[in-house]
């Protein structure tokens, strides 16, 4: 296995940062590694801290009278210049649990108030996005919401549309669109199941 001799904080931003890693392949050779991490700095990343720690939080969430809709955001993302549809997600404030952030998410991103469905931790622990290039992990929250849109919470910097897809939807964004790929798997799943949280009361688990 590869190690870790040095690691170098390369940026200095509130949100995302650089790292440079110098390291030692598992057949001896020397070689930098970079990744990206919303750690403020060396000792905040999971190769220091050893732990998972969810930065984010993304909500699966079901609503429409029969529950039959799927709520998505479309939103402008910068790294690929155009929408992607995602679930509503945001980062975990300190002193939150994940339930509380995801409904402070919903809401600010949408101005409906969700419900969260209380699950086996092992549907809502932190799982990572792009191990590849940076240790953030993200947890999911399950829930239903209810409400009116609203877009007054927003951030000013933000550029969201709210969607409501139905099966019939969610079959041509997934042919058509650009997806987030956590929102994709479950959106594929959502086609076919008649019940779509069935899977987090399934007794196997």
């Known amino acids: 296995?590869?190690?870790?001799?040095?690691?170098?904080?390369?940026?200095?931003?509130?949100?995302?940062?650089?790292?440079?890693?110098?390291?030692?392949?598992?057949?001896?050779?020397?070689?930098?590694?970079?990744?990206?991490?919303?750690?403020?700095?060396?000792?905040g990343l999971e190769i220091s801290r050893g732990k998972t720690k969810a930065d984010g939080v993304a909500m699966y969430v079901l609503t429409g009278p029969e529950k039959d809709r799927v709520?998505?955001?479309?939103?402008?993302?910068?790294?690929?210049?155009?929408?992607?549809?995602?679930?509503?997600?945001g980062l975990v404030e300190e002193g939150e649990d994940y339930s509380e952030a995801a409904i402070r998410e919903v809401y600010e991103e949408t101005g409906l108030h969700l419900t969260p469905v209380h699950t086996d931790p092992m549907?809502?622990?932190?799982?990572?996005?792009t191990?590849?290039?940076?240790?953030?992990?993200?947890?999911?929250?399950?829930?239903?919401?209810?409400?009116?849109?609203?877009?007054?919470?927003?951030?000013?910097?933000?550029e969201i549309e709210v969607v409501l897809a139905d099966r019939a939807e969610v079959r041509r964004i997934l042919k058509e669109e650009r997806v987030a790929v956590n929102a994709a798997l479950h959106l594929m799943h959502f086609l076919h199941d008649r019940e779509p949280f069935a899977f987090l009361n399934d007794e196997k688990n």
């Not at 549907?123 to 996005?129: G, L, T, V």
């Not at 929250?141 to 877009?151: N, P, S, W």
Request: with cysteine.
């Open 71 to 89: 709520l998505l955001i479309r939103q402008f993302r910068w790294p690929i210049g155009g929408y992607v549809y995602e679930f509503p997600a």
């Open 131 to 158: 191990d590849g290039m940076t240790d953030e992990a993200c947890a999911l929250v399950y829930g239903y919401a209810e409400g009116d849109i609203r877009d007054q919470h927003l951030e000013e910097t933000e």
């Open 1 to 43: 296995m590869g190690k870790i001799k040095e690691i170098l904080k390369i940026t200095d931003n509130p949100f995302l940062n650089y790292y440079e890693l110098h390291t030692v392949t598992k057949d001896g050779t020397d070689k930098k590694y970079f990744m990206a991490s919303r750690a403020r700095d060396v000792d």
């Open 123 to 129: 549907f809502s622990r932190p799982y990572y996005m």
